[in-house]
């Protein structure tokens, strides 16, 4: 499969490349790196890369920022920029993918453990991950030629505890490369529609 | 109590208005109806509505559209207009209310079955109602002042049919007074964080 990989830099993505790499080949796209520029809060940066890509099988997200504050002081602004980043970012993928993948192809997005385990600060974790499950359990039974849709939804990554650690406190953290196996799984299975938890 | 209800005027709310009615105060709030003027939409006309309303001790939230489209025809704008009304809508309900409500008051906000069913043309309800049952999950567990947050997600209501029938075949549709009662659980009960799903 021609495979295109968003957010490959990051902890999760490195390992997720690792992962499909060894099988399919890989077009990696970025803000700042990669084979293609990619600014998912930009549609027609998306549409662009995508033309750039050729023929694809499969779009996997690795990307997606939130606001982390106390309850207290989260502002509707705040919960506006998880939705435009997270959220519309990654639905957007789909929104512009759906027409240029091929047929039967795949598309995997991410959440985190916050879309049932909720931390202190992670309201709109919380909230962003629950809608994009929400999402893509309704819009796999509509998806156009065949097309899969599934969200994996790890814990507390090991390799990044050190930034993280201090939000997920008594939470078992998963190592980035059993992470990545929720990602192979959705674009290797022919499961759709699944919210994919990989937990410590 | 005194209960700010929002959205008195819709079938479900009427009935949540004869529910808690019959032991409570209610102060209505809607868009063109009610004893005081709000739109959701608008977070200058929600705080205006909750100085006028005096004190109360629970906000219930009966209000909120999305678009009805087949998947293929959804597109990014759609998906933001529910975003904007019933998910930030009764989002800044809180936002805002959390200032104005009593200790230990509650909200109760709504979604509905596309949580867990998704029905055709139904993306954007699915995508809305799972993001307002992970903000209630999250936001209940930092809420100030002993506040408590709920959300009631009742199966396609009976009295509705003739308008939603065609969008839920096959659902087994739920008597508005039925569904008032997962409203009067939350209001009246000291669950938190909870969805109240009440299905026919």
């Known amino acids: 499969m021609r495979i295109v990989l968003i957010g490959a830099s990051g902890t999760i993505g490195k390992a997720v490349a690792n992962e499909l790499g060894e099988r399919h080949e890989l077009i990696t796209a970025g803000r700042h790196s990669g084979d293609l520029r990619m600014d998912v809060t930009d549609p027609a940066s998306i549409r662009m890369a995508f033309e750039q890509a050729g023929a694809f099988d499969a779009v996997v997200s690795c990307t997606g920022h939130t606001t982390w504050k106390p309850f207290v002081e989260m502002t509707a602004e ?11 970012g990654q639905v957007n993928l789909v929104l512009i993918g759906r027409e240029y993948i091929s047929d039967g192809g795949s598309f995997t997005l991410s959440t985190g ?16 991950a629950n809608a994009l499950s929400g999402f893509v359990m309704a819009a796999a039974t509509e998806m156009p030629r065949g097309q899969r849709i599934n969200v994996v939804s790890p814990g507390v990554i ?23 196996l929720g990602y192979a799984k959705s674009v290797e299975g022919l499961q759709s529609g699944q919210t994919f938890r990989i937990l410590g």
Do not use: Q
Not at 78 to 88: A, E, H, P, T
């Open 78 to 88: 705040d919960y506006r920029f998880g939705v435009n980043d997270k959220l519309m």
């Open 113 to 128: 453990v916050t879309d049932h385990d909720p931390v202190p600060m992670g309201s709109s974790a919380s909230m962003v």
């Open 158 to 180: 090991e390799e990044a505890m050190a930034d993280y650690g201090p939000f997920f406190r008594g939470h078992c953290p998963v190592p980035a490369a059993r992470a990545a």
